[in-house]
Structures are given as structure tokens and as C-alpha cells.
């Protein structure tokens, strides 16, 4: 089994940044892919962006390409996702998921991202 712990959540001015980070125990050597997702208020849960746990591959949704960087660091068994540009529709409640091997998955608790106009 796999625990997620998300950081890094907060209230900022639209334009602003944020790190999100999201730290993984437990079996962490089944890990396949790391990634995260967002909810906004009143709207499904949407993929944001994932990263291969071996490869350091990543995948992004169209609506973050260039302003969302997710990245690793395996010693840490941490998974990061830069968030620049921010938005006042970026404002969600953002999970962190993990996929280990054989397609289990696990989410974290989320963490509030706010932006303000």
C-alpha cells in the first residue's frame, strides 16, 4: 500500500506560483507513475499532469502545457508540480495519485489551491 501526503497549497494572487509537493510511503518500490489531478467547485476530478517513476516521462493536459512543470525526486520518493501563471480557474482542490504495478492506485487528501483576480 501506498500513503500520499500533498503540500503546498494556498491562497495567491493570479499571475503567482506555487509548488505543490507530494510525498509517498509504504511500498514505494511498486511505483509506476506518479501524478496529479485537480477538482474545481461544482466540477469533476481532471487529470493535470504525470510522470513516469523510472523514466522521468511526463504527460500534461492541454489546458496547463507550459505554465505546469511536474518533476521527481526518487530519493525522496517525492513528486513536485511547479505551477507558474496561475489563474483564477487553476482555484481546485489538487490530488496527488500514484500507480504502482498491476494498475492499483492511490490518492492523497488533496491540498486547496486559491487564486485570486
Known amino acids: 500500500q501506498i500513503q500520499l501526503v500533498e503540500s503546498g497549497g494556498g491562497l495567491v494572487q493570479a499571475g503567482g506560483s506555487l509548488r505543490l509537493s507530494c510525498a509517498a510511503s509504504?511500498?514505494?518500490?511498486?511505483?509506476?507513475?506518479m501524478g496529479w489531478f485537480r477538482q474545481a467547485p461544482g466540477k469533476g476530478r481532471e487529470f493535470v499532469a504525470n510522470i513516469n517513476w523510472s523514466s522521468g516521462i511526463t504527460n500534461y493536459a492541454d489546458a496547463v502545457k507550459g505554465r505546469f512543470t511536474i518533476s521527481r525526486d526518487r530519493a525522496k520518493t517525492t513528486v513536485y508540480l511547479q505551477i507558474n501563471s496561475l489563474k483564477p480557474e487553476d482555484t481546485a482542490v489538487y490530488y496527488c495519485?500514484?500507480?504502482?504495478?498491476?494498475?492499483?492506485?492511490?490518492w492523497g487528501q488533496g491540498t486547496q489551491v486559491t487564486v485570486s483576480s
Open positions: 509504504g511500498r514505494t518500490n511498486s511505483i509506476y507513475a
Open positions: 495519485k500514484s500507480t504502482v504495478f498491476g494498475l492499483a492506485y492511490y
